[in-house]
């Protein structure tokens, strides 16, 4: 019978969850909504009877064997998520939750947060999530609710078995189903979700896709022809590596028969070495095998020369010892596909100018923010937002935002000369009477208007203090 077929105990309580959240009393369980499998490599020895139908699969695959077989896929995505998520100063928080309006939300709200993250072990996983992330273009996490209306775990989902059942209007359907997953390769259901039940992030998305975009998905051509040359030039090396002897042997007088027994002897005697006291045999080491030619007598303007024993040395030298352009042609596509500058890599003969490398930090850094913000919309808010709505609060009404280290040292130090110079600009265009401070505010230094009035109140109630002379009843004053 198929799992669509009878709810099982865990999908009635994750449809209670549903209801939860959607305003109505949650009923009495004693499970959590824990279904599926986080590790679908069970079914490994059914790959050879499979056959695969889907592009998605095969770009997770191709992305899997270029993480574990080539350096500058593995370490581009490295660098790309300890950049990302990994404090500069080495701190354990790689990011913080920040709340502007206080008023908004109460230690208890904070502290539920606060205890979410720490159940969900999320500062923990959030370089793995990130690294899986740009690897396959999607990430899968299971929500684990538990019966104290309490989000309990992330659970990892193998792309591969995950899939995202989108109406014709591009909307996930509300009911049981809006997320399945299934046998690899079989399409056999697993397990059905409801849409909170799953928090899908997505890389590098484009128009109505149901699935991210893998960082290396356009590398996987290059990756290819990279992979067949530098096989190329391996067997290249191992053939030609050790010189070639071409041995003359003089046959003379000798049958056909006779002279190839003579050349095979010779050949034998050669390669023969004494492994022991009376013990002999036959050298295998050889890479490539040595040339034996026999030669007799040939006659030359009606004399006879004699055809001597000679060895010569053949000439195995290749361009493909010194010839690289076309492998590096194609490594460079490679590593500019996977947006990580090449000096991050060793790969420094691509820079001809100190200002080159700086515009290369700054494109980095603009993908280093954006992975960043990724994982705050798709995952960290979704999850902070359902535990609120367990905890029967409108996550519209606390005001909270997902703040993340500086990219870099540098990062923080071009940002306080560029506000510092903005505020030089500020002063002079308030003083000609262009805006006031409340445009400064609110355009240059990112307040809300609340935020700004607040700021404004309390400066004003510290200048009428520091006005007041000591010894005199403020409360007269404000009077």
């Known amino acids: 019978m198929s799992v669509l077929?009878?709810?099982?105990?865990?999908?009635?309580?994750?449809g209670a969850v549903a209801k939860r959240i959607a305003g109505k009393m949650w009923p009495k369980a004693i499970n959590t909504t824990t279904a599926g499998v986080g590790d679908v490599d069970n079914w490994s020895w059914m790959r050879a009877f499979m056959r695969v139908d889907t592009e998605r699969v095969d770009v997770y695959?191709?992305?899997?064997?270029?993480d574990d077989t080539v350096d500058e896929v593995a370490t581009s995505l490295d660098i790309l998520s300890d950049n990302a998520v990994n404090a500069e100063t080495g701190t354990h928080k790689s990011f913080h939750i920040v709340?502007?309006?206080?008023?908004?939300?109460?230690?208890v709200v904070q502290q539920a947060i606060e205890s979410m993250i720490t159940r969900t072990r999320l500062e923990e996983k959030i370089y793995g999530i990130t690294r899986d992330l740009l690897k396959y273009g999607d990430n899968f996490q299971q929500v684990v609710v538990d019966k104290n209306f309490s989000i309990v775990r992330l659970m990892y989902m193998p792309p591969k078995s995950m899939n995202r059942n989108e109406d014709d209007q591009g909307a996930l359907p509300s009911e049981l189903g809006a997320f399945t997953q299934?046998?690899?390769?079989?399409?056999?259901?697993?397990?059905?979700?409801?849409?909170?039940?799953?928090?899908?992030?997505?890389?590098?998305?484009?128009?109505?896709?149901?699935?991210?975009?893998?960082?290396?998905?356009?590398?996987?051509?290059?990756?290819?022809?990279?992979?067949?040359?530098?096989?190329?030039?391996v067997i290249n090396w191992l053939t030609r590596a050790f010189a070639?002897?071409?041995?003359?042997?003089?046959?003379?007088?000798?049958?056909?028969?006779?002279?190839?027994?003579?050349?095979?002897?010779?050949?034998?005697?050669?390669?023969?070495?004494?492994?022991?006291?009376?013990?002999?045999?036959?050298?295998?080491?050889?890479?490539?095998?040595?040339?034996?030619?026999?030669?007799?007598?040939?006659?030359?303007?009606?004399?006879?020369?004699?055809?001597?024993?000679?060895?010569?040395?053949?000439?195995?030298s290749s361009s493909g010892f010194s010839n690289l352009g076309p492998v590096e042609y194609y490594r460079n596509k490679v590593v500019m596909s996977l947006r990580v500058p090449p000096a991050y890599l060793g790969l420094e003969e691509n820079i001809?100018?100190?200002?080159?490398?700086?515009?290369?930090?700054?494109?980095?850094?603009?993908?280093?923010?954006?992975?960043?913000?990724?994982?705050?919309?798709?995952?960290?808010?979704?999850?902070?937002?359902?535990q609120l709505l367990l905890m029967g609060l409108d996550p519209t009404a606390i005001s909270y935002l997902v703040t993340w280290p500086a990219v870099a040292i540098s990062d923080v130090v071009q940002g306080s000369m560029a506000l510092r110079n903005t505020a030089m600009a500020d002063k002079i265009y308030k003083e000609m009477g262009i805006y006031d401070d409340e445009y400064i505010a609110v355009n240059h230094l990112h307040m809300t208007p609340m935020q700004f009035k607040e700021v404004s109140r309390r400066i004003r109630a510290e200048v009428q203090n520091d006005a007041v002379p000591k010894g005199q009843d403020t409360t007269e004053t404000e009077e």
């Open 61 to 66: 695959t191709d992305l899997e064997t270029m």
């Open 5 to 14: 077929e009878k709810p099982t105990r865990m999908q009635r309580l994750a």
């Open 352 to 386: 001809n100018a100190k200002a080159t490398l700086v515009q290369q930090d700054r494109r980095f850094a603009r993908t280093i923010r954006r992975i960043q913000t990724t994982i705050s919309l798709e995952l960290i808010v979704p999850a902070i937002d359902l």
């Open 99 to 107: 709340y502007p309006d206080e008023s908004k939300a109460s230690p």
């Open 182 to 233: 299934t046998r690899p390769r079989t399409q056999q259901v697993i397990a059905s979700f409801y849409p909170w039940q799953i928090i899908h992030m997505r890389w590098n998305r484009s128009g109505g896709q149901l699935y991210g975009r893998s960082i290396g998905k356009t590398a996987r051509t290059s990756w290819r022809k990279m992979q067949a040359m530098e096989e190329a030039l």
């Open 244 to 316: 070639r002897l071409l041995f003359t042997i003089d046959v003379t007088g000798k049958t056909p028969t006779q002279a190839k027994l003579a050349v095979a002897a010779f050949r034998r005697d050669l390669e023969k070495r004494k492994i022991a006291e009376g013990v002999e045999g036959i050298e295998q080491l050889s890479v490539v095998k040595d040339i034996f030619l026999g030669q007799g007598f040939h006659t030359i303007a009606g004399k006879a020369v004699q055809g001597l024993t000679n060895v010569q040395v053949l000439d195995t």
